[in-house]
């Protein structure tokens, strides 16, 4: 069996669901509400090594799950589309790809109110001031608003190595030194 395909199955049941939630969401109007439950939802698994062991154990029973999923989602104030998807998840033991449906569903999210993420590394923190200057010449360059995802590599040097969707934009030193590195190599 391939590696990846795990992933992929994860992914592949996750965008199911996720497009399911997404277009009963859209239909009711409740965008905002949605967008609230993932961020949630999102902080809770981030937040509780517990949550991820129940979602992930295949000792738990799926009557616990069920149970559980459902004292979660009140506790979140969660509404009843992702409500009722969680619950169903959780009878279907699909509860495992609970990070990758929220993943989806904010991709779904962002997309709908024209945003976009980029990940940026660079070898110092950035600066408000860059940060926002940055997030602004990425807007204009593909005409949607970018939220930056930062992160610190000090291995880089110095530049940046920004990733949006498919695209990269490399302006990191250490790139640098590497194609000289590989041009030298070519010539000597």
């Known amino acids: 069996m391939d590696v990846s395909e795990p992933a992929s199955i994860s992914t592949g049941i996750a965008s199911r669901y996720a497009t399911a939630v997404f277009d009963l969401v859209m239909e009711e109007g409740a965008l905002p509400a949605l967008e609230a439950d993932i961020d949630s939802l999102g902080a809770a698994l981030s937040d509780s090594a517990d949550l991820r062991a ?3 154990s295949p000792v738990v029973s799926r009557d616990d799950q069920e ?3 459902a004292a979660v989602a009140d506790a979140l104030g969660l509404s009843g589309v992702l409500k009722n998807t969680l619950a169903l998840m959780a009878e279907k033991r699909r509860l495992f ?3 990758q449906l929220v993943a989806e569903l904010k991709n779904r999210v962002m997309a709908a109110k024209g945003e976009v ?4 590394v660079s070898a110092k923190a950035l600066t408000a001031t860059q940060a926002t200057k940055l997030a602004e010449v990425l807007s204009a360059k593909f005409g949607k608003t970018v939220k930056l995802n930062a992160t610190v590599d000090p291995a880089l040097i110095g530049g940046l190595v920004v990733k949006i ?3 990269m934009i490399d ?3 250490a790139s640098k030194l590497q194609a000289l590195q590989n041009t030298m190599k070519e010539v000597g």
Do not use: F
């Open 97 to 99: 790809v609970l990070p």
């Open 171 to 173: 302006t990191s030193v």
């Open 54 to 56: 129940m979602i992930s």
């Open 117 to 120: 993420v980029a990940d940026v």
């Open 165 to 167: 969707g498919s695209k």
């Open 67 to 69: 149970k559980a999923i």
